[in-house]
């Protein structure tokens, strides 16, 4: 503990300030594109989990218990090593941003399934009897209606996956945790344990905390819109009496 009040620790932390400004830049593009990788997936087999045919929606259900049901740190693994023992390694991040992507389009894909069907099936019915395909419905009429529910859960998955770039760390990744651990194992910059991890820890919350704070302040306003809608639905019911 007496190196966190260690002025040569703190001050060796900021001579190699490059090092942790390198690993946050490799943890947000890992993130990043993982994310649009999660939200393509979400999608995809969210919109297959609530169609008409009963193989799309057992080909999601497999996709998302499969991958919800096996370890992260386990999922990486099998993707590094199983394609460098082929010959086709990807690279650390490459495989970071497929693996990370894969795992968390799992949840999203919960997501945007709970919001779809969330949606009152007079919708549906109304839209189906317009003339629209099932993708017209969804992207038209659906979706749009569901944005409210489905944002601040995306969100939240959004910030458990700038967390989990972290996992990258077993296998030698160039992330913010990998890249903490690189250093104060260093040769040259072993030592300075509590601050480095206090910094890591630091430049984590500065990028999680406002996602995070907005999931929650976006929810509480949508609650809110809510009930005034009821509430003015039921004042106009009084008036109409």
């Not at 009152?120 to 993708?135: D, H, M, R, T």
């Not at 992207?139 to 967390?163: A, C, D, G, H, R």
């Not at 907005?214 to 009084?238: G, I």
Request: net charge positive; proline share 3%; hydrophobic share 45%.
């Amino acid at each position: 503990m007496s190196s966190i009040f260690s002025a040569d620790a703190w001050q060796k932390v900021w001579t190699y300030r490059e090092t942790f400004l390198l690993g946050l830049f490799n943890t947000a593009r890992t993130a990043f594109f993982a994310v649009l990788l999660s939200l393509g997936l979400g999608i995809l087999f969210g919109l297959m989990a609530t169609s008409g045919k009963k193989s799309l929606r057992i080909i999601s259900r497999i996709y998302v218990e499969v991958i919800q049901n096996t370890p992260l740190l386990l999922q990486i693994c099998f993707l590094y090593y199983a394609l460098a023992f082929s010959g086709h390694s990807l690279g650390i991040i490459v495989t970071g941003i497929i693996s990370i992507g894969i795992y968390h389009g799992a949840y999203m894909s919960e997501v945007i399934r709970a919001g779809i069907e969330a949606i009152p099936k007079g919708q549906f019915e109304a839209a189906q009897s317009q003339g629209f395909g099932y993708l017209e419905r969804m992207f038209y009429i659906i979706l749009p209606q569901s944005i409210k529910i489905i944002l601040p859960p995306m969100v939240n998955q959004v910030v458990n996956l700038i967390k989990n770039t972290s996992c990258l760390y077993i296998i030698g990744g160039a992330d913010l945790i990998s890249l903490t651990y690189s250093f104060v194992t260093g040769a040259s910059t072993g030592g300075a344990y509590a601050p480095a991890y206090i910094v890591s820890g630091v430049l984590f919350f500065i990028i999680c905390y406002p996602l995070s704070k907005l999931a929650s302040v976006w929810e509480m306003n949508l609650k809110k819109r809510d009930r005034r809608t009821v509430a003015t639905k039921v004042e106009r019911e009084k008036v109409g009496e």
